[in-house]
Antibody, heavy 118, light 110 residues
């Protein structure tokens, strides 16, 4: 059974940093694209980033490019999202999802809440 | 990349069919057959119900079907049931190698 479990969310001040992690199981992690998607409170879904199975290719939404870094450790079946220069508008539930194709989310975790506030 | 356009809400009675539209551009929906649809119940994670325009994942009811014409994709739910009441989002792969989501549609079962 495919499982992805996010962690690392919390309260951070504007301009601060946070690293999210996503532990995966139930599939061949190194063979699959992984993605991050976020959802601001009461709002719709926003695609954030994706990474190829090898980790060699990464993709970002314009809204986070230059501030967020996606990475993965295939030896630990874990996906990461390093978030720097956080802004109030980054407040959201962040979902990790196993990917389909290059960047499309497929199977989603339950999410972790990030709140950017002073 | 602008969000794909969906109606804010669609409603129907049990047993009826409803269709949700998802309008994009020639840079996303119209460019590839990589449109997905997600169902999200309150306080739950999204779940894919259609991918690659019209493919249903294993375990998803055959009451869900998808199609596309030009820059507009559609999700049809036939034989509407109470459990179908949820938010639905479309998404599409884009020519910029990113993914773009729709604005979301709240489905109400009357």
């Amino acid at each position: 059974e495919v499982q992805v479990l996010e962690s690392g969310g919390g309260l951070v001040q504007p301009g601060g940093s946070l690293r999210l992690a996503c532990a995966a199981s139930g599939f061949t992690f190194s063979a699959d694209t992984m993605t991050w998607v976020r959802q601001a409170p009461g709002k719709g879904l926003e695609w954030v980033s994706a990474i190829s199975g090898s980790g060699g290719t990464t993709y970002y939404a314009d809204s986070v490019k230059g501030r967020f870094t996606i990475s993965r450790d295939n030896s630990k079946n874990t996906l990461y999202l390093q978030m720097d220069g956080l802004r109030a508008e980054d407040t959201a539930v962040y979902y990790c999802a196993k990917g389909r194709g290059l960047v499309t989310p497929d199977y989603w975790g339950q999410g972790t809440l990030v709140i950017v506030s002073s | 990349q602008s969000a794909l356009t969906q109606p804010a809400s669609v409603s129907g009675s049990p047993g009826q069919s409803i269709t949700i539209s998802c309008t994009g551009t020639s840079s996303d929906v119209g460019a590839y057959n990589y449109v997905s649809w997600y169902q999200q119940h309150p306080a739950k994670a999204p779940k894919v119900v259609i991918y690659d325009v019209s493919t249903r994942p294993s375990g998803v009811s055959n009451r869900f079907s998808g199609s596309k014409s030009g820059n507009t994709a559609s999700l049809t739910i036939s034989g509407l049931q109470a459990e179908d009441e949820a938010d639905y989002y479309c998404s599409s792969y884009t020519t910029s190698s990113t993914e773009v989501f729709g604005t979301g549609t709240k489905v109400t079962v009357l």
